[in-house]
């Protein structure tokens, strides 16, 4: 039923009036009012919660991983509990796959995800692709690549070892001077 065919149903009922004070709680209720209200409200929402599908768990939990996801590429800061394995695992306990599965449907060996679960590998290109469409195109390729880059933004400003372990291999470099 949509919400308009909803709305002519209760309008045999009610008045305008009574539907529109219907979808709000009165500021003026008493503290055990807007208890017994709140209680009502969660009662209903877990009932909703526990009638939905399978594939609409999935789909809102997958719902929840994109829009945390896109606040997090979105912000400025760096959280290492944010990272792309993080989301991964999280991915894999939403759709409810474990490793083997997830690596077939991606077309990938189970040994490159396992890697990539465990930050001993980034997340390509190709790979931020697949899972988009893996997805059903709810989380984006450009959120996951997102992520990789704030990585490889923090491994840079976060290692300077690495940055002198590399220059010792450059041979022939611009002479400058450094201050």
Not at 92 to 98: D, F, S, W
Request: aromatic share 10%; glycine share 2%.
């Amino acid at each position: 039923m949509t919400n308009e065919e909803r709305y002519k149903k209760l309008r045999q009922q009610y008045t305008d009036e009574e539907i529109a004070e219907s979808f709000f709680i009165p500021a003026d209720l008493t503290e055990n009012e807007r208890k017994a209200a709140d209680e009502e409200m969660w009662a209903f929402r877990k009932k909703r919660l526990q009638s939905r599908t399978k594939e609409q768990k999935i789909y809102a939990d997958l719902l929840q991983i994109c829009y945390q996801m896109k606040e997090y590429v979105e912000s400025t800061l760096f959280d290492e509990e944010q990272s792309v394995a993080v989301y991964l695992r999280e991915y894999l306990r939403v759709t409810g796959k474990n490793q083997k599965q997830l690596s077939e449907d991606l077309s990938i060996h189970k040994t490159r995800l396992s890697r990539i679960l465990h930050k001993r590998e980034r997340l390509t290109l190709a790979l931020a692709y697949r899972l988009e469409e893996h997805s059903g195109n709810l989380i984006p390729a450009i959120y996951w690549w997102k992520l990789v880059q704030k990585e490889i933004e923090a491994d840079i400003l976060n290692n300077p070892d690495a940055k002198l372990k590399e220059a010792k291999l450059v041979k022939n470099a611009v002479y400058r001077e450094r201050a």
